[in-house]
């Protein structure tokens, strides 16, 4: 018996520096540490783009209520005032501006017959393309000949809410863009 105690003894010590080298205590902090920067950019960019698409989503609400606001026979120059009013909440005086435009169909093409727009905006219509022709997208809608369409152009300069909010530039533009024809 005292031989097979001596065994136990000698197998303790050896026995408790293998637990010290196989133990697991610190096996979830380490799992834990390298999956919280995973979590973290997932997490963060969620809310990037949610922030994003909530700012898209009003957008298009201004420039909709814009467009039919125009197409009732409210001077341009009060759609205007009325837009950036409403996107106050988007602070659309500060970060952004709006275009407001009266087009009338001529020979199968829209043709700008007048405009109004925010300081530093006044240039940077979509609806007519660069070289004076109309933009693709409303020459294919089929607007009947002689027929007015009064367009509202809204743009925003988007600010991260995130500290990864630069990194997702790639993916969010700049410059927010919503339009509306009526």
């Given at each position: ?21 196989r133990s697991d ?62 996107g106050e909440t ?16 001529q020979g199968g ?74």
């Amino acid at each position: 018996m005292i031989s097979e105690r001596n065994k136990a003894d000698d197998r303790r010590p050896m026995r408790g520096l293998k637990c010290l080298f196989r133990s697991d205590s610190g096996q979830g902090l380490v799992e834990f540490s390298l999956a919280l920067p995973i979590i973290l950019i997932v997490l963060l960019g969620m809310v990037e783009f949610s922030n994003a698409y909530d700012r898209v989503h009003g957008l298009a609400g201004l420039s909709r209520e814009g467009a039919n606001i125009a197409a009732r026979g409210t001077a341009l120059s009060e759609v205007l005032t009325t837009v950036v009013a409403d996107g106050e909440t988007l602070k659309m005086s500060a970060n952004g501006g709006a275009i407001v435009s009266r087009l009338v169909v001529q020979g199968g093409e829209p043709v700008v017959m007048a405009q109004v727009s925010t300081d530093g905006y006044d240039k940077k219509t979509r609806i007519i393309g660069a070289d004076s022709t109309a933009a693709m997208w409303i020459a294919t809608a089929g607007f009947a000949e002689g027929s007015t369409h009064y367009a509202v152009e809204v743009f925003l300069v988007y600010d991260p809410v995130t500290p990864l909010g630069n990194l997702f530039q790639a993916v969010t533009p700049p410059v927010l863009y919503e339009r509306a024809v009526f």
